[in-house]
């Protein structure tokens, strides 16, 4: 069994650009989550994903977007980076939420 | 407005002795609710859960209580071992329709350490 594998582990960009982040989800599970974890904080909500739809947002802009895949893989999309978009963004898949969520190791975004 | 509250930042207990973590939250509609450890580098790792209908869950060396009226829980860690020195979150979902209920709310977190 495969667990939540994230790409890329580390990212520098420039105030302004788009960066694209990747996740697979683990085997059996329907449901991505994303979540961002600024330093110092807690992980928050960004938004969820279920058989390809979004069903669940935080209060994030919608400029924070993403993709779920026929296989249940993910993207998340941000556009017009900003320096406060520098955090740990944690991508997390489930089958059912009494059945435990499983998290990826992160991408580290850093917007200089 | 911080739904979950860890209020202590770190702790430290020596090897052997048991770990308590609190947890406090503010919304009642919050029925289930986890702890994940989390070392660095490393995304989190599911711990021990339980649901809004037990007051106590156990899995090996870890209890969780749930005090509803309180909005309080608690993690016992017995015995403490330095390979559990981590930062560990409270986190809690439930109380949205559909999707949002897979939401989890997280907590700011508590480094444990615990010492040879």
């Known amino acids: 069994e495969t667990g939540v594998t994230q790409s890329p582990t580390h990212l520098i960009k420039t105030r302004g650009q788009q960066v694209t982040l990747r996740c697979s989800s683990q085997?059996?599970?329907?449901?991505v989550s994303w979540y961002q974890q600024a330093l110092g904080q807690g992980p928050q909500f960004i938004f969820q994903?279920?058989?390809?739809?979004?069903?669940g947002r935080g209060n994030f802009p919608p400029r924070f977007s993403g993709l779920q895949f026929p296989n249940y893989s993910s993207e998340l999309n941000v556009n017009a980076l900003e320096l406060d978009d520098s955090a740990l963004y944690l991508c997390?898949?489930?089958?059912?939420?009494?059945?435990?969520?499983?998290f990826g190791s992160g991408t580290r975004l850093t917007v200089v | 407005d911080q739904q979950v509250k860890q209020n202590s930042p770190s702790l430290s207990v020596q090897e052997g002795r048991i770990s308590i973590l609190n947890c406090d939250y503010t919304?009642?509609?919050?029925?289930?609710f986890l702890w994940y450890k989390k070392y660095p580098a490393e995304g989190p790792t599911f711990l021990i859960s339980?649901?809004?209908?037990?007051d106590k869950n156990e899995d090996g060396r870890f209890t969780v209580f749930l005090n509803k009226s309180a909005k309080h829980l608690s993690l016992h860690i017995v015995p403490s071992q330095p390979g559990d020195s981590a930062v560990y979150f409270c986190?809690?979902?439930?109380?949205?329709?559909?999707?949002?209920?897979?939401?989890?709310?997280f907590g700011k977190g508590t480094l444990l350490t615990v010492n040879p």
């Open positions: 339980i649901s809004s209908i037990k």
């Open positions: 997390a898949s489930s089958f059912d939420r009494f059945y435990g969520y499983t």
């Open positions: 994903y279920y058989r390809e739809e979004e069903n």
């Open positions: 085997s059996g599970h329907n449901t």
């Open positions: 919304n009642s509609m919050f029925d289930y």
């Open positions: 986190a809690a979902s439930g109380g949205n329709s559909g999707g949002s209920n897979y939401k989890l709310t």
